[in-house]
T-cell receptor
Framework: AQKVTQAQTEISVVEKEDVTLDCVYE???????LFWYKQPPSGELVFLIR??????QNEISGRYSWNFQKSTSSFNFTITASQVVDSAVYFC??????????????FGKGTRLSVIA | DAGVTQSPTHLIKTRGQQVTLRCSPK?????VSWYQQALGQGPQFIFQ???????QRGNFPDRFSGHQFPNYSSELNVNALLLGDSALYLC?????????????FGPGTRLTVL
């Protein structure tokens, strides 16, 4: 069974601090896909990154970076020099291959990040 | 390039009523998935439509039904509404087949059942 755990319910940081959001996943498949989405107060889920299970390279995109470690089944997300606009709920999600497509996204419960000016 | 659109934005219904939510996928996408997001929770998969057929379904009762039209747009219908159906309903579109496809989400419809 697929499961995603985001143990941090809420995090509050002061602007310009670095912050890491944790994500731990469970799957029986060797092939799977991991995602991070941002949900601002408007409600729309905004795609941030997709990582497949065969690519363990860490990725950096501007102030965002992701650390994928299969040995610990973790896919953590770090925001460097946080800004007030980063305040949102962040979701980690998992999907596996199924027939010609993929299983639906299985989401964690999300981490609410508040960045204080 | 229009993204995923949903209507209405907000909806208030009473218990026992029926509701229809609508979704238009991102241009070029042929697959639509529906998710329910209760307050303070992550989205939960309801079902997915491709080629006008329900391909996958989550753990939701038969009161939840859907439809996909030839232009790939989709409707979510919920009958005999319960208070627990109050949630944000998100529509996502993607391309199938495709491995590890990215799903694009709409702004959601917030349903309140009184």
């Amino acid at each position: 069974a697929q499961k995603v755990t985001q143990a941090q319910t809420e995090i509050s940081v002061v602007e310009k601090e670095d912050v890491t959001l944790d994500c731990v996943y469970e799957t029986r498949d060797t092939t799977y896909y991991l995602f991070w989405y941002k949900q601002p107060p408007s409600g729309e889920l905004v795609f941030l990154i997709r990582r497949n299970s065969f690519d363990e390279q860490n990725e950096i995109s501007g102030r965002y970076s992701w650390n994928f470690q299969k040995s610990t089944s973790s896919f953590n997300f770090t925001i460097t020099a946080s800004q007030v606009v980063d305040s949102a709920v962040y979701f980690c999600a998992l999907s596996e291959p199924w027939n010609s497509g993929n299983t639906p996204l299985v989401f964690g419960k999300g981490t609410r990040l508040s960045v204080i000016a | 390039d229009a993204g995923v659109t949903q209507s209405p934005t907000h909806l208030i219904k009473t218990r026992g009523q029926q509701v229809t939510l609508r979704c238009s996928p991102k241009s070029g996408h042929d697959t639509v998935s529906w998710y329910q997001q209760a307050l303070g929770q992550g989205p939960q998969f309801i079902f997915q439509y491709y080629e006008e057929e329900e391909r996958q379904r989550g753990n939701f009762p038969d009161r939840f039904s859907g439809h996909q039209f030839p232009n790939y747009s989709s409707e979510l219908n919920v009958n005999a509404l319960l208070l627990g159906d109050s949630a944000l309903y998100l529509c996502a579109s993607s391309l199938i087949p495709g491995q590890g496809y990215e799903q694009f989400f709409g702004p959601g419809t917030r349903l309140t059942v009184l």
